[in-house]
């Protein structure tokens, strides 16, 4: 596994969230339009570091919003979650982009969250972690929904990275439900993101 690093960008204090602004596909990279004001100026930042790996870039223009923190890729499709960040015009925009491209994507209704994957997990194999209101949402339905409890709540963010899944540190309950399914872990320190309601998928771009 190969990793890039991007320096700060001292303007943008979100900045290190870099996941909202570009959503990265087996097929293309598609630039998004935070729903925060104050993250806006940082998708031109993103993408000359995204073009080093997808040459051509789709955007998602200033008619609708989207963070790619409400998006959830499992296979070819993406869930694509309606919040106070990502809505209908952004979303439909985002669909338009993936069919012409060969994948699909719905939307997800949500109350609750900040964004879809702050309750929501894909460790594929069809296993998916759930908090809050996604444990029983129609939408997921098919999967094998993992609860995680309300007392750990922040862990329903965790990542599968080639077969390990990295877990926040300091949720043993919900560490010992994922190796109970048989996955290889490693618990990362997450506590000063934590304080500002960012999630452990939040850091970094994977494809």
Known sequence: MQITELPALESYPD??????????TPNLAILTNPG???RR????????????????LEKISAAGHVEAGDIMMVGEHFY???SDRTDIQGATQLIDILEKNGMTGSMVEMSEMLHLKTGLSYLENNN??????????TEFSGFNRIEIDIDEAYAANSVWINGTVLVPEGFPKTLNKIEQLGY??????????????????????RF
């Open 36 to 38: 925060a004001d104050s």
């Open 184 to 205: 290889k872990t490693r618990e990362v320190a997450m506590s000063e993101f934590q304080k500002l309601d960012g999630g452990l998928s939040c850091l970094s771009l």
């Open 128 to 137: 998916l972690l759930t908090f809050g209101e996604m444990h029983g949402h």
């Open 15 to 24: 900045s290190c969230f870099v996941e909202d602004v570009a959503l990265l």
């Open 41 to 56: 100026g940082e998708t031109q930042h993103i993408a000359a570091a995204v073009r080093e790996f997808y040459p051509n």
């Open 80 to 82: 694509i979650g309606l």
